[in-house]
């Protein structure tokens, strides 16, 4: 079975950091760009960053930009999202998944499968 598992999430500070972690299971994330994206409370889900399968090419939010840092392991299978400088407006589940693809990333839903389950989110004081 093919998935993939965040991990990560959390209660946080304003102006904390997390590191969410993006799991594959079940197939190799060599062949697929990973994109991480949020969904907060009565808002649709946005896409937040993505990267290559090859990690040369990355794309993120406006919102996030200077903030996030998307970065993968190809040898651990895992694609990782450093947040810093949190704010209570990046409150929201946080969710990766997968787009087998040969160059590039983009931040649209459409192509990626293999969803995981999500990781709570949480900036508060």
């Known amino acids: 079975q093919l998935h993939v598992v965040e991990s990560g999430g959390g209660l946080v500070q304003p102006g904390g950091s997390l590191r969410l972690s993006c799991a594959a299971s079940g197939f190799t994330l060599d062949y697929y760009s990973i994109g991480w994206f949020r969904q907060a409370p009565g808002k649709e889900r946005e896409g937040v960053s993505c990267?290559?399968?090859?990690?040369?090419?990355?794309n993120y939010a406006d919102s996030v930009k200077g903030r996030f840092t998307i970065s993968r392991d190809n040898a651990k299978n895992t694609v990782y999202l450093q947040m810093n400088s949190l704010n209570a407006e990046d409150t929201a589940i946080y969710y990766c998944?997968?787009?087998?693809?040969?160059?590039?990333?983009?931040?649209?839903?459409?192509?990626?499968?293999?969803w995981g389950q999500g990781t709570q989110v949480t900036v508060s004081s």
């Open positions: 998944a997968a787009e087998r693809r040969t160059f590039g990333c983009h931040l649209g839903m459409n192509g990626y499968a293999n």
């Open positions: 990267i290559s399968r090859s990690g040369r090419g990355t």
